[in-house]
């Protein structure tokens, strides 16, 4: 009766247990593959690596070595993560965006571009330089390709921060005993759709409060003015000047 020594049982057999055939020896077999042998192809055999068993003794059974296929190899996996990101309102979109790449084997590839038959996977989100602050997009990639590997794929976040906008109270001059002045301001800096814009036209703008503690009848000097509570949607801001 022939003894069986696969992987993988065809319809119709049982796996046989050593213990049951006292006296037999299994044979030894072998492959010429190599770590590092590129990948085959399942659908086509001819691709396979052959397996060679020899040896052993099957007593009073034959060794059928029909089921014994070859060797194949699968690509292995890399990890593709983007780089997780913090905007300001207004930034552009990055081009390209930043990835990393995990799980080449033998330590090949400090570089991933010089793997062989790499392609750079494809990173985009929704953000937009006119995205509004306080909005989270997410970062994802595809279409990276490399001889050997395939390829999965990992979410990353771009979140949009607050633009910083310089906020500076006009220096105001007066002679001694006048009253206090106006305190206008200017707000610069502003980015994306709102740059050239006026204060007042700021999405949910709230002008600040500007004060200094000059008044009449202070004495001749230099006296700080102090703004804050300034607010708009895309922006945050905060500076002071002075009276002369």
């Known amino acids: 009766a022939p003894l069986h020594y696969e992987h993988g049982l065809p319809n119709g057999y049982m796996k046989a247990r050593l213990e049951d055939y006292p006296g037999v020896v299994l044979p030894t077999c072998t492959t010429e593959y190599e770590q590092g042998d590129g990948v ?111 390829f999965r794929y990992q979410k990353s976040h771009i979140h949009v921060d607050k633009a910083k906008a310089p906020l500076r109270p006009l220096d105001r001059m007066v002679r001694y005993g006048d009253p206090a002045p106006s305190m206008p301001f200017t707000l610069g800096a502003l980015r994306g759709p709102d740059s050239g814009l006026s204060p007042d036209r700021l999405a949910g703008f709230v002008a600040p409060t500007c004060t200094s503690t000059y008044a009449a009848g202070s004495s001749a000097g230099s006296y700080d003015i102090n703004c804050s509570g300034a607010r708009s949607e895309e922006h945050t801001s905060e500076l002071q000047s002075r009276v002369d």
């Open 40 to 150: 085959t192809d399942d659908n086509d055999p001819s691709t396979w690596l052959d397996i060679t068993c020899d040896g052993g003794d099957p007593v009073d059974y034959v060794f059928d070595y029909e089921f014994v296929d070859g060797l194949r190899i699968h690509p292995a996996v890399l990890t593709v993560k983007p780089k997780h990101l913090r905007v300001a309102y207004g930034t552009p979109e990055p081009n390209p965006y930043e990835f990393t790449v995990k799980g080449f084997k033998l330590g090949e590839y400090a570089d991933p571009s010089s793997a062989s038959g790499w392609v750079d996977p494809v990173c985009d989100s929704g953000y937009t330089s006119i995205s509004p602050a306080g909005e989270k997009y997410d970062i994802e990639c595809d279409l990276g390709a490399a001889d050997n590997y395939i």
